[in-house]
């Protein structure tokens, strides 16, 4: 368990959209039950999965989000009685999308964590971050993002410098 | 400009273990809008909040955010500790660093720089946040409880004895249900009419108790607090007022052969009714299909008997709106009919136990009936065939219940335990009759409900067999039962004089509709749904609506009625305050962008949208927008995902906070 942990050339950043009534409440119990699981997810609490606008998810990958992965109940046992539902089709639908646009939808997971499965969440967590660090970084978004700001302002050092080198 | 406090807890060693919390500290309180960063040893103990407060008031914080545990923790503890430092409790938010990092991670490099960045986020998110009021409803203080048996009876009772009005609505002509039917309960073998009839009375002589039998739930509009019910009180063709219940009109009824629904169509009745005698109300009621009258127009027999002249072929059926604030629906159970597959359905049905073809092939509410003292029979366990004492009797259990491939896995829970109590009662009445009992596995979990079932063995000598019935047919006045035996591993063929099936308990006709009218979830079975498996085991999903006894599953009796008072104390709870406070995280409505087109209406499962007319000063309609009752929304956010034109927010989940969380990554 404690044994040396490798080093890796790459740490992908993971986003997680997730509900507050299943999965949240899944993430917090394999916190209390001390498991472990690689740190590049961040979390960000919903109401319900049928909040989750797709425009969440460009929005993630274009501020540099390699993986994202949506959570929430358990088809049946939703808290606000059918909002996974409305998610679940709205996803099927975007998947299509976001593939006809080339995304590799490897980095993009969709499961079910209820709140009792703990055990699930770090499995999912851990599963998403090695595939994702296999795939290595998402740049086509954050080109996209650059070159958005390219129209407007100049944002980052390299742009700077390929600008004062004109 | 906003002034953000930031808060970050050790939680003893918890957190400071594996996070550098002043490190955190330190690199947040860089943060732009951060005024103040300070970490604590215990956030929420008093000295913690003491220390939060005091901030509040010198630094002049405008914002805070509490870096700790889940907000699933402490999120009201210091929402309140805000509050009173003189700060909206909307404009606290709480980072998870101890959950979602500290616990989960070893490395402290690691976990520091991801604690850093989720307190980073939320700080970004609490500067978007806005300062919401709590919402106020006011309550009706009178309820309704749908279904009259011993579910809604009780809740009714528990209700009214707390000096709040309550509306009983029953689909049958008396109230009763299913507990009426019985002839004597497990475990302690009292009389269910003894025990039942009483509450009956209660019910019909409470002041605050305003019954309608033979009436249904039309329409369900309104939210918590505030539901608008419209009721549909059948005609009866008797006017209740008037009735003085001597029962001379079914004495004379010239029509007598209708089979009795309330026995089981063992026993027969007149054309004007009453479903038993210790009915309540009792009023007899007109079935309009079988009487003479109403067919033919000849007749009129019982109004020219009644005295008082309460027979009144013209009534109609009228609608009743009644205003309460909070539903107990308690509709019951209905038992699975097996002989035949119900059209449409997932079920598949039992035809191969002839249910319905072999005339002393009965369920198990047949024998109840068969072996209750104000049954057909007077008691006596007779055939239905040719009214001989059954001297061999094979009980089968669970038919229809726990069978995945014929469409019910579940287990209808009372079946072991009144399969039990029949063998007892047949011992009581048949002293040299032999019953035996097919079963799968015996489940008594409840209280003195195993001992009883050892008793149905050992001193009333009922023979069980595991093992499954694979088939039974008709030879000569007998019928063959032939199963098999796994304990012993043989086959078993029992020449039985009748035969009785535990046939699974299914929800009422109709409850999915119900369910429907209501807004309440169900499952593939049309059980309704509760909020939550443990922690909210009475109450629905949607707000003011609470569950009692079968309909939200199979139950016994102690069940039911507990249930049934756990929901009257929820009532109670409901009624206890004149305005409905309540989280104001609920969508609205940006009226300017809405183009009308209602996507919101259709995915809102809470039925929350309405249509709102924006008209001019001369009253001409200019445009139809979408309006969120802020009573009913759940605050799911569903909406706001659907609107296409972006006009509607969730508040606390806006765009805008969650993109400034987004980008702060």
């Known amino acids: 368990m404690h044994s040396e942990k490798q080093k890796h050339s790459f740490e992908p950043k993971i986003i997680a959209f997730v509900c507050t009534w299943c999965t949240y409440a899944g993430a917090d119990l394999a916190g209390t039950s001390r498991m472990q699981y690689p740190s590049n997810v961040r979390v960000l609490k919903f109401p319900c999965t049928g909040r989750i606008d797709p425009v969440f998810i460009l929005k993630a990958f274009q501020q540099g989000a390699d993986g994202v992965l949506v959570s929430g109940c358990h088809p049946g046992d939703c808290h606000y009685i059918a909002g996974n539902f409305h998610a679940r089709r709205r996803f099927a639908a975007f998947r299509k999308l976001l593939e006809f646009v080339g995304v590799d939808l490897n980095r993009l997971q969709f499961s079910w964590v209820s709140a009792a499965e703990g055990g699930k969440w770090v499995e999912v967590v851990t599963d998403l971050t090695e595939k994702v660090r296999a795939m290595g970084p998402m740049a086509e978004f954050k080109q996209l993002a650059l070159e958005e700001q390219w129209s407007g302002t100049i944002g980052t050092p390299e742009l700077k410098e390929a600008y004062n080198a004109i | 400009m906003s002034r953000i406090g930031v808060f970050v807890c050790h939680c003893g060693e918890n957190i400071s273990r594996t996070v550098d919390v002043e490190r955190v500290a330190a690199q947040v309180g860089k943060l732009p809008g951060v005024a103040f960063a300070t970490d604590y040893k215990y956030m929420c103990s008093d000295p913690g909040q003491n220390l939060l407060k005091k901030a509040i008031i010198e630094q002049k914080l405008s914002h805070v955010v509490v870096a700790a545990c889940s907000p699933r923790m402490h999120e009201r503890t210091f929402r309140k500790a805000v509050e009173s430092a003189g700060i909206n409790p909307f404009l606290c938010e709480m980072a998870n660093i101890r959950e979602h990092c ?61 000096g709040h009005e309550v509306v009983l609505v029953e689909r049958e002509p008396s109230i009763g249900g299913h507990m009426a039917q019985l002839s004597e309960t497990f475990p302690t073998l009292d009389c269910s009419q003894c025990i039942m009839t009483p509450k009956m009375v209660d019910v019909a002589n409470h002041p605050k108790i305003k019954l309608y039998s033979y009436s249904e739930i039309e329409l369900v509009e309104g939210y918590i607090g505030n539901f608008q019910v419209t009721i549909r009180k059948k005609a009866r063709s008797v006017d209740e007022d008037k009735c003085t219940g001597c029962g001379l009109c079914m004495e004379k009824c010239p029509i007598k052969k209708i089979p009795s629904k309330f026995d089981c169509n063992l026993g027969m009745r007149t054309a004007i009714y009453v479903p038993f005698p210790q009915a309540v109300p009792n009023t007899p009621v007109i079935d309009r299909e079988n009487c003479t009258k109403f067919k033919t127009g000849k007749c009129g027999l019982c109004q020219k008997v009644c005295g008082p002249g309460a027979v009144d072929y013209e009534q109609e059926d009228r609608l009743i709106v009644e205003p309460v604030g909070a539903i107990v629906v308690a509709t019951g159970f209905d038992l699975y009919t097996i002989n035949e597959k119900p059209k449409g359905s997932m079920i598949k049905g039992y035809g191969e136990f002839g249910h319905g073809k072999i005339p002393d092939v009965i369920d198990g509410m047949t024998f109840e009936r068969l072996a209750s003292a104000s049954g057909p029979t007077g008691g006596k366990i007779l055939r239905p065939s040719d009214g001989k004492e059954p001297k061999q009797i094979v009980f089968i259990q669970c038919i229809g219940s726990r069978a995945r491939e014929k469409g019910i896995s579940y287990c209808s829970k009372v079946c072991c335990m009144y399969t039990a109590k029949h063998t007892m009662l047949y011992h009581h009445k048949v002293h040299d009759g032999q019953a035996y009992v097919f079963f799968m596995d015996a489940r008594t979990p409840g209280k003195s409900y195993d001992e009883f079932w050892r008793r149905s063995i050992e001193e009333e000598e009922a023979v069980y067999i595991r093992g499954m019935v694979s088939r039974l047919y008709q030879k000569g006045d007998k019928i063959v039962v032939m199963g098999s035996d796994i304990a012993v591993g043989v086959q078993v063929e029992i020449e039985a004089d009748m035969v009785v099936l535990a046939t699974a308990i299914q929800p009422q006709k109709g409850a999915d509709t119900l369910a429907q009218k209501l807004g309440i979830s169900y499952d593939k079975y049309n059980f309704y749904s509760e909020a939550h498996a443990k922690l909210r085991p009475v109450e629905c999903a949607t707000a003011g609506i609470y569950l009692a006894g079968a309909c939200q599953g199979p139950k016994d009796i102690p069940d039911t009625v507990s249930q049934a008072s756990a929901a009257a104390a929820k009532v109670m709870t409901l009624f206890a305050k004149d305005q409905l406070e309540r989280e104001p995280i609920v969508a609205r409505v940006r009226e300017a962008g809405c183009v009308g087109c209602f996507y919101c209406k259709k995915v809102c499962p809470y039925g929350a949208v309405e249509e709102k007319e924006i008209r001019d000063r001369q009253g001409n309609l200019i445009r139809v927008v979408a309006y969120v009752n802020p009573g009913v929304c759940g605050g799911c956010g569903t909406c706001q995902a659907t609107c296409p034109s972006k006009s509607v927010e969730l508040d606390g989940y806006t765009d805008e906070q969650i993109v400034a969380m987004i980008e702060a990554l």
């Open chain 2, 102 to 162: 500290s616990w989960v991670h070893e490395n402290r490099e690691e976990a520091t720089v991801k604690a850093i960045e989720i307190v980073g986020m939320m700080v970004e998110r609490v500067k978007k946040n806005r300062v919401l009021p709590t919402i106020t409803v006011p309550v009706t203080k009178r309820s309704l409880v749908i279904g009259g048996g011993i579910a809604g009876i009780q809740a009714a009772l528990d209700i009214a004895d707390c």
